[in-house]
């Protein structure tokens, strides 16, 4: 595959105008698949993007003054419009990013859920009457958007993360500048165009792409910006938080994992083994919440290593926009060599490969899903997040030394468990260390629950009624 069927060119939408921006420079945009340019992205100007900021000034001041009731409305017929293109949705998808076809377009039902939610949480902005001490006096707080957002989203979610970033704020009432990511920018462009279309007012929301050491810098520490919210490496997001400590701006920041898997001596092993490869292989592990370090109790180790290894070595390997390839390549290039230095190292120092361990042919950034035994604790794998289809599998003992090593690491995204046990199951909910604890499930967030890590995973939360917070203020008022 290389561009689907109607795949345009990428324009940056600026105070409701879609523009290439001032600037002459660009950056390709390929198909992992085949390693293809598809079209060429303009990068944004700081010219540009102090217009967007300007726009989403005003923006603001028009949209929040819109009724909850009108903001639902344009948020609803936004998703409802998202499921009518799902499969054009799912083409770019799938083209700028190479996840299979069925993964894209799940995807997009569950962002067009993301921006239901937040139509729906936006009208509940509740304050409260705070009882006086004083007789004639009326003490109450009022729920405000706090301003424009600055929102940074990722390629490896290239619909559900900016509709998290795009249905929070416009819920709660505030407008946003948007940064998708270069590799993969189409889907949030289509999604911009749809609200568009819905009756968004103009500079509500504005997306931009280009540089992004750039972009953030000059979006993160503008005085104009009042929420980042962002979503990527704890590097980045502990630099955007330092742009932004000295006006205060507020932070919503989800960053990276490497997120632990407790299977116990009950669990039922071919079924875990089973349920784990989709679920750790989605998006090719290209996903913040992916399971990556199994911890498997001792007694069941070698049956578990046998079944998920086969299960691992039978997956379909290939383009994703074939029928029938269940997992599809690695973005980019970098992350191809990651996944040969991380396999490379792990090997060097005593890792066995009990399966993939090297890259898939020679055309697109296709490597083969690996697991590894006997990682020692120095190697990088096992310090590092792997980002992609390397998983590691370790045996333990006790279920204090399984504890231990969950919370080894200075991260807590999303970790899972399971086992039949419930005294077990509610001492892990009770001593892991992370945001989300998945106990006999593989699914760590819904639109409806909040969604955030703890430690060096991040500051605040996205989805849920908490989802909204990052984006609104309180303000007491007194008068007698």
Not at 25 to 31: D, F, K, L, M, V
Request: with cysteine.
């Amino acid at each position: 595959m290389t561009a689907p069927t109607g795949y345009r060119e990428p324009l940056m939408l600026i105070d409701g105008q879609w523009t290439r921006g001032r600037g002459t420079a660009t950056r390709p945009i390929e198909n992992p698949a085949t390693g293809e340019v598809l079209t060429e992205l303009p990068m944004a100007t700081a010219a540009d993007l102090d217009a967007a900021l300007e726009a989403a000034q005003r923006g603001f001041e028009v949209w929040r003054r819109t009724s909850p009731l009108e903001r639902g409305r344009v948020l609803r017929a936004g998703a409802d419009a998202m499921r009518a293109r799902e499969t054009e949705l799912a083409d770019v998808i799938t083209a700028e990013l190479g996840k299979p076809l069925a993964e894209s377009r799940a995807e997009i039902g569950l962002a067009a859920e993301h921006l239901e939610w937040a139509a729906e949480e936006g009208r509940r902005a509740y304050g409260r009457v705070i009882p006086s001490r004083h007789p004639n006096t009326l003490q109450h707080t009022v729920i405000e958007p706090v301003g424009v957002v600055a929102g940074f989203a990722p390629w490896n979610a290239p619909a559900i993360t900016p509709a998290r970033k795009i249905g929070g704020a416009l819920a709660a009432g505030c407008s946003i500048v948007l940064k998708p990511a270069e590799e993969a920018p189409s889907a949030a462009l289509i999604m911009a165009e749809i609200l568009q279309q819905a009756g968004l007012p103009d500079g509500v929301l504005n997306v931009v792409f280009g540089d992004p050491p750039m972009i953030g810098r000059h979006l993160a520490s503008s005085p104009i910006v009042r929420a980042v919210t962002f979503t990527g490496s704890t590097r980045v997001g502990a630099e955007l938080s330092a742009l932004g400590a000295p006006t205060m701006t507020r932070m919503t920041m989800e960053l990276g994992g490497h997120a632990p898997v407790l299977v116990l001596a009950d669990a039922d092993v071919a079924a875990v083994a089973a349920s784990a490869v989709p679920a750790c292989l989605r998006n090719s592990g290209q996903v913040c919440t992916s399971p990556t370090r199994f911890l498997v109790h001792a007694s069941i180790f070698e049956r578990f290593v046998s079944v998920f290894t086969k299960a691992v070595s039978e997956l379909r390997v290939g383009d994703g926009s074939i029928d029938g390839v269940q997992m599809g390549p690695v973005a980019t290039a970098r992350r191809l060599e990651a996944m040969a230095e991380l396999t490379q190292d792990a090997v060097a120092k005593g890792a066995v490969v009990e399966t993939g361990g090297e890259r898939v042919g020679e055309t697109g950034w296709f490597w083969r899903p690996t697991v590894l035994t006997s990682v020692p604790p120095d190697a990088l794998v096992a310090t590092t997040e792997p980002f992609g289809p390397v998983k590691t599998v370790a045996s333990f003992e006790d279920l204090d030394e399984a504890l231990a090593e969950a919370n080894r690491l200075p991260f807590g995204l999303a970790s899972y468990a399971w086992t039949g046990d419930s005294r077990a199951a509610g001492r892990i909910a009770d001593s892991i260390e992370a945001g989300t604890v998945s106990i006999n499930s593989w699914q760590p967030s819904l639109p409806e629950t909040p969604f955030g890590g703890v430690r060096l995973s991040g500051l605040g939360s996205e989805g849920g009624v908490e989802g909204l917070y990052g984006f609104q203020r309180v303000k007491y008022v007194s008068r007698s």
